[in-house]
């Protein structure tokens, strides 16, 4: 699963820094352990939570930037988010940045 994750994570892959990292225990396995632990706790919220909970943001000013080729959580997501907050009230500002995915690197 770690390999198919890091696959997916980003928006170029580089095959040789997904060799690397499948093939060294001290980062493999860390992350390994990381993602388990997200997964056995829901990712720390239920499904909705954040979307149920846009009133307490309502007073808020929200920047959402999102990059454009994330697969992992989808731009509609993003939007969703945009648009409960903006129907409570809140100031928003999106930015969706093309050729960007995930992680902060990109």
């Known amino acids: 699963f770690v390999g198919y994750e ?3 994570s980003k928006t170029y892959i580089d095959p040789a820094v997904l060799e690397e990292y499948m093939g060294t225990p001290s980062i493999l396995i860390p992350f390994a352990v990381m993602e388990v632990h997200y997964m056995l ?9 954040l979307l149920d909970g846009v009133a307490a943001m309502a007073e808020q ?6 990059g454009r080729g994330d697969c ?3 731009p509609q997501a ?3 988010l945009t648009k409960a907050l903006r129907a409570v009230g809140a ?3 999106l930015e969706f940045v093309a050729g960007a ?3 902060d690197s990109e």
């Open 91 to 93: 100031k928003v500002e």
């Open 78 to 80: 993003a939007w969703r």
């Open 61 to 66: 000013d929200v920047a959402i930037t999102h």
């Open 72 to 74: 992992v959580c989808q």
């Open 6 to 8: 890091l696959s997916i």
């Open 41 to 49: 706790n829901g990712g720390f919220l239920r499904r909705g939570q």
């Open 101 to 103: 995915g995930p992680p």
